[in-house]
């Protein structure tokens, strides 16, 4: 990978300053790139790993915080699947953690939304799922029944 940077590098400044006209489909920039996107979706994983770890440890807020980390990410990226999927994990934080269930609500409809707007039903069916988990920990039955019935 070094001598690939270094290459680039050079090309980048040959062309940069004049002395040399290279189309720039011949520059090495979507191999470079690639390679960014691949090492960024493990980064990205490996963050998610860190956030599971805390979690595990008991460390709640830390976890909270690096999931949000992660959603950030997948937010950037565009990536709706995984955001959706993140926000399912930070609803149940929320929820199972926390106690915190009117955030574990406001989390989990977003996700619903994602997942509706991707036309994912499995993950629609998950979101429903947890929302009426929610709403029944929240000790609000009937919101838990139709969420569940939905």
Same mark, same amino acid.
Not at 30 to 34: E, F, H, P, T, W
Not at 128 to 132: A, D, F, N, V
């Given at each position: 990978m070094k001598n690939g940077w270094t290459i680039f590098k050079l090309t980048l400044w040959i062309i940069l300053s004049g002395l040399i006209a290279v189309p720039i489909n011949c520059l090495p920039v979507?191999?470079?790139?690639?390679n960014r996107l691949q090492i960024s979706q493990t980064n990205v994983e490996a963050i998610q790993e860190r956030g599971d770890r805390q979690r595990k440890e008991g460390q709640i807020t830390a976890a909270l915080k690096t999931y949000q980390q992660v959603l *950030?990410?997948?937010q950037n990226q565009g990536n709706h699947q995984q955001e959706a999927q993140t926000l399912q994990i930070i609803g149940e934080v929320y929820n199972l953690d926390l106690w915190q269930y009117s955030e574990a609500i406001d989390v989990f409809l977003?996700? /619903? *939304?994602i997942y509706r707007e991707l036309g994912d039903t499995l993950g629609e069916a998950e979101a /429903?799922?947890? /929302?009426?988990e929610t709403y029944g920990n929240f000790a609000n039955y009937s919101t838990s029944i139709e969420s569940i019935q939905t």
């Open positions: 979507i191999a470079i790139d690639k *950030e990410i997948h977003k996700a /619903l *939304e /429903l799922t947890r /929302l009426g």
